[in-house]
Every structure is written in structure tokens, then in C-alpha cells.
């Protein structure tokens, strides 16, 4: 056994415990969930956008079904259908209303009680305002309009986009790109070379990266089961040896996927469109760079709360506290943030620091759109702008019904440990 009697100014212990902790507590229950859903979606093989396409009547509850699923891969799959006349705008809200992005992953695997609660909302409120925008319209003409005054959109053709309200393709003859065509690496980022060798060597790591996150899995199990107190600093063949371990070389494994691996082998793009995969090995590839890109903000979530509390003093969940019913308002208005960045951190927050309150969790999960939106952004920013709006329009309802009338809306609801 090697203890580790680390010593280091408070600035580094956090950059260094943030580093060990993020993984085993977040990554692994993440990367295991992904690679079920990845696994699932292997099984299918696209099946599931077909009927979508062939089922009219159900497509605003299919739309939501597909948002329900964890990260952001089934509301992502609506996104080119709308944009091609296949769905209905309605459609759009359902799906992007009901998934919670890639911060799913933590809430799933830290709060469960917590998501199922939470995520039931969302998808109850994403079904009942994409059918009420399909049947009544709700005003998004008049919303069309408005903010096709403020700026005109055009894709990158030249061509300008249609009303939301007209239904039909964002425009006409749009010829999606072939979900398959994935990237394997022609376009590297101007800080990589070409390099068969690390391409070579990114395989390798990545194959080595699912050794060190099954074992961070069974540290994470064993951190909840003894009551999620903190391990002590040690290399060595136990369970605080390790959560140490993998929890740093995990996370180490994980920056080098984010920023360099995933360029050379395949995945130069994570949260894109992915109804099917070729291969098996594809599947855990993917699976992989999705929980690298949530490791990477995991940990820079865990540093941003820490730093801030050591430089502002601030307690975030007395803030919130004192908030009151401004926090689920708070929160709905943090899903006008497209990504899963943001809404990571937040989830982090509720989950791991219980700084949040349940009611601005729900708002949040329905209001925020993760991935799914930029799809929709890159060819019909206007439809993009008006779908986040009517996302966050329930999210706030919901929020705030949430804090007067839920008995369990308090901090720390559903939290495992």
C-alpha cells in the first residue's frame, strides 16, 4: 500500500480531488447508461425513425418518447425529420421539451428517485404542449413573425426558411446528409497532426479508457454503499486505491479522448444524430466520446463551484434558498442555453452538492434542449430560436406549480448517499 500524503495549497487539492472524485462519481454510472442506450439504439438499427415518419397521428408522443430517452440522440433524430416536412412542429417542442440533455446521465445515476419524478414531468408537459401547438397553434405565427423582423434567417444555401406555423420542409428539395457518413478523422483541428501512429494509439486508449471506467463503476458502487464518504488518498489493491486509480487515470483518459482521440477515430463530433451504428465496436466508441465530453465538463462543473466558493464565500444552495420561486424561473431560463455544458453543471449541483432546489431541476429539464438544437440551428435558426421558446414557456409553468404544490420540491430530493 502506498498512502498519498498529498500537501498541496488548497487551490491544487481541489483541482486534484476534483480530478479523482469526477470520474468515479459521475463517469461511471454515465458511461455505463450510455452504453445501454448506445447498445439499444445498436439493436434497432434506425427502425424506430421509419415509423416515426409512418405514424402521423402519434408523432408529437413519439416525439416526447424520443426526448425521454437519456442524453440527447432521440430528440436529436427529430430534428432533420421536421426539417425535411416529415414531422410536425409540434413535434419539434415534444422531443426538445422532454429530453434533458446529457445531464440526464448524472441525475439518472446519482438521484434516481429524483429523475423519475422529474423527467415524468417533463415528458407529461412536452406531450401536452406539442399536441396543443399542433391542434391550437399557441401563437407561433405571430411568434414566426416576430422574429423573423428581428433578423431573417438563411441557411447556408441562401434560401429562406418557411413559416413554423405553414408546416412542410424548413425548405424546399432539403436533402439530409446520410446518417452514416460519419467523420473518421479527414478533418483534424489545426493543433493535430496526421498521424497514423495516434490513431493507432487513440484505439488503444480507448479500448484501455472502458478497462478503467468498468472499474470505476465498481468503485462508484462501493463509494454509495459506504454511505459516499470520501476515500482516502492511496495506491493500492482496495477500494480507496481504487477510486484513486481510475478516478485519475479515468478522467485523464477521458481529456485525451475529448480533445485529441475523438478526431482520429471516428467521432470528431459528439451529440450528433445517431439512429443507428455499423458496428459493435462503433457503438462503444461512440458510447465512449459521449462520456469523455461529459467527464470534461463534469470536472470543469465540480471546478467552477469549488473555485467559487473559495473566492466568493457564497453558498449556492443558501442563494437558491433565499430565491424562492425565482429559482425555478432561474432555472427555465438556463435552458435558453443551447448544449448540455451548462445544464451539466447545474445537474452536478442538484445531484452532487444538493445546492439546487427539485423545482428548478424540473424547470430546467424541461426547458433546456441539450444537442438536439443544433441540428435545427445550423439549417433553420429561426425555427431553432421559436422552439426554444415554446420549451421554455412550460418549463417555467411547471416550475413554478412545482414549488407551491410539490410536498417533496426542497433541496436534496431524490439524492442517493
Not at 408537459?125 to 413573425?145: C, E, K, N, P, S
Not at 480507496?240 to 482520429?264: A, E, K, N, P, W
Not at 467559487?308 to 431560463?333: C, D, K, M, R, Y
Request: glycine share 12%.
Amino acid at each position: 500500500m502506498l498512502p498519498l500524503q498529498l500537501g498541496l495549497p488548497e487551490v491544487f487539492e481541489i483541482l486534484v480531488g476534483s480530478w479523482r472524485e469526477g470520474f468515479v462519481q459521475v463517469s461511471g454510472f454515465v458511461g455505463a447508461t450510455i452504453l445501454l442506450f448506445s447498445l439499444v439504439q445498436y439493436r434497432f438499427d434506425g427502425r424506430l425513425t421509419t415509423w416515426l415518419q409512418e405514424n402521423e397521428h402519434a408523432q408529437p408522443l413519439t416525439g416526447a418518447l424520443l426526448g425521454l430517452t437519456p442524453g440527447c440522440g432521440g430528440a436529436i433524430i427529430a430534428m432533420p425529420l421536421y426539417i425535411r416536412g416529415t414531422v410536425s412542429f409540434g413535434t419539434v417542442v415534444a422531443a426538445l421539451a422532454a429530453t434533458a440533455g446529457d445531464s440526464a446521465f448524472i441525475i439518472l445515476a446519482l438521484a434516481p428517485e429524483a429523475a423519475l419524478y422529474a423527467y415524468g414531468m417533463a415528458f407529461v408537459a412536452a406531450v401536452l404542449f406539442g399536441y396543443a401547438i399542433d391542434i391550437f397553434g399557441l401563437g407561433v405565427g405571430y411568434v414566426d413573425t416576430a422574429v423573423e423582423r428581428i433578423g431573417r434567417p438563411m441557411t447556408d444555401g441562401g434560401f429562406a426558411t418557411t413559416s413554423v406555423a405553414d408546416g412542410g420542409p424548413s425548405i424546399a428539395d432539403y436533402d439530409e446528409p446520410d446518417s452514416h457518413d460519419h467523420d473518421h478523422g479527414g478533418d483534424l483541428p489545426s493543433y493535430l497532426p496526421q498521424s497514423r501512429l495516434l490513431e493507432r494509439v487513440s484505439h488503444a486508449i480507448h479500448v484501455l479508457w472502458w478497462v478503467v471506467l468498468a472499474g470505476a463503476l465498481v468503485a462508484g458502487v462501493l463509494y454509495l454503499a459506504k454511505g459516499a464518504q470520501e476515500p482516502v488518498w492511496e495506491v493500492a489493491a482496495t477500494y480507496d486505491g481504487l477510486f484513486t486509480i481510475t478516478g485519475l487515470v479515468g478522467t485523464t483518459l477521458s481529456f485525451y479522448l475529448y480533445f485529441v482521440g475523438r478526431h482520429y477515430i471516428g467521432e470528431g463530433e459528439t451529440g450528433r444524430v445517431r439512429d443507428s451504428f455499423e458496428s459493435l465496436y462503433n457503438t462503444f466508441q461512440h458510447a465512449a466520446m459521449e462520456t469523455a465530453m461529459v467527464t470534461v465538463w463534469v470536472i470543469a462543473g465540480y471546478l467552477l463551484y469549488e473555485y467559487g466558493l473559495l473566492l466568493t464565500g457564497v453558498e449556492i444552495q443558501s442563494l437558491a434558498a433565499a430565491a424562492g420561486v425565482l429559482a425555478p424561473i432561474a432555472g427555465a431560463v438556463l435552458g435558453l442555453i443551447p448544449g448540455c455544458a451548462a445544464h451539466i453543471v447545474f445537474a452536478q449541483l442538484y445531484a452532487l452538492e444538493e445546492a439546487i432546489p427539485f423545482s428548478a431541476l424540473v424547470a430546467n429539464a424541461i426547458s433546456q434542449d441539450g444537442d438536439a438544437l443544433f441540428p435545427l440551428m445550423a439549417i433553420d435558426l429561426k425555427a431553432a430560436i421559436i422552439a426554444t421558446i415554446y420549451t421554455t414557456i412550460p418549463g417555467v409553468l411547471v416550475g413554478i406549480l412545482v414549488y407551491y404544490f410539490w410536498p417533496y420540491a426542497q433541496f436534496g430530493f431524490g439524492v442517493l448517499g
